[in-house]
């Protein structure tokens, strides 16, 4: 039993409804959105660059740079590939979600970094150390030997 919508009822139907809904309204559309020339694409990354006269590490894909010399903390770290830097800051680097995973010196809570600029896996961040010997990792990044190279100033 339902009822057949005609111009007669309609009209009904709109008086009963206009009480609870207001009518339609006309919204004009933003310029973007009427042209078809416009595309919405992926907004770019902006590289940061590390100062000219320091010694510096890049990626070896992209020649991104990744970290100043100074930042270096310690050459004696083993990757998942071979030899490793740890870094007390980097840049032009994305980090992945957190994990736990039993390294080498224990149980840490780490993301994986990547290059901004090729999205190649470098490393990884400290997150959390859980033994008190390891809690000088946290916030601190490992690069892997075989994703970067020296640029800038190295004789």
């Excluded at 009480?19 to 940061?48: E, G, H």
């Excluded at 990757?79 to 007390?88: K, V």
Aim: hydrophobic share 30%.
């Amino acid at each position: 039993g339902g009822k057949v919508a005609t111009p007669q009822n309609s009209v009904q139907l709109r008086g009963v409804l206009g009480k609870y809904f207001s009518p339609p309204v006309k919204v004009p559309q933003p310029l973007c959105a009427r042209s078809k020339m416009v595309r919405l694409t992926k907004p770019k990354t902006f590289q940061a660059y590390l100062d000219n006269c320091h010694r510096r590490y890049s990626c070896v894909h992209c020649r991104a740079h990744l970290a100043n010399h100074d930042d270096l903390i310690s050459k004696s770290f083993q990757g998942s590939q071979g030899r490793a830097y740890l870094f007390n800051s980097v840049v032009n680097v994305g980090c992945g979600p957190a994990e736990e995973r039993v390294l080498l010196t224990g149980l840490h809570a780490v993301a994986d970094i990547y290059c901004e600029n090729c999205k190649t896996t470098l490393g990884w961040k400290y997150e959390q150390a859980y033994e008190s010997s390891q809690k000088y990792k946290e916030g601190k990044y490992i690069i892997e030997l075989n994703h970067m190279i020296k640029d800038n100033g190295w004789d």
